[in-house]
């Protein structure tokens, strides 16, 4: 059983990324997604976060109008599109399960390793 997000790379200010969370051994269609970033020496912050059934989302304040999260059940995975990127986007970003869409991070698990986004020119 594995979470693994993938995408990350390095994109100048402006630009877009696609990040993908990726289920192994379990379906992702029965849990609520949410996608975590973290910078060294901060809190892990909760970027954004899709209901088990795709129908509501929940994101942050910085990521409302910039980062689009959805599901694709037949390949079992969760996405975030994140455009308009910022320099303070920069982050190790993470995907991991939940019930629901709660705000306590420790209620989330299945964390996996995080993918690496870095926005500069």
């Known amino acids: 059983v594995q979470l693994q997000a993938s995408g990350g790379g390095l994109v100048q200010p402006g630009g877009s990324l696609k990040l993908s969370c990726t289920a192994h051994g379990f379906t992702l269609g029965d849990y609520a997604v949410g996608w975590f970033r973290q910078v060294p020496g901060k809190e892990r912050e909760r970027v954004s976060c899709i209901s088990n059934s795709g129908d509501r989302t929940y994101p942050a304040d910085f990521a409302k109008g910039r980062f689009t999260v959805s599901r694709d059940d037949a390949k079992n995975t969760v996405d975030l599109q994140m455009s308009s990127l910022k320099p303070e986007d920069t982050a190790v970003y993470y995907c991991?399960?939940?019930?629901?869409?709660?705000?306590?991070?420790?209620?989330?698990?299945?964390w996996g390793h995080g993918t690496q986004v870095t926005v500069s020119s």
């Open positions: 991991a399960i939940n019930t629901i869409c709660g705000t306590t991070l420790f209620a989330y698990s299945y």
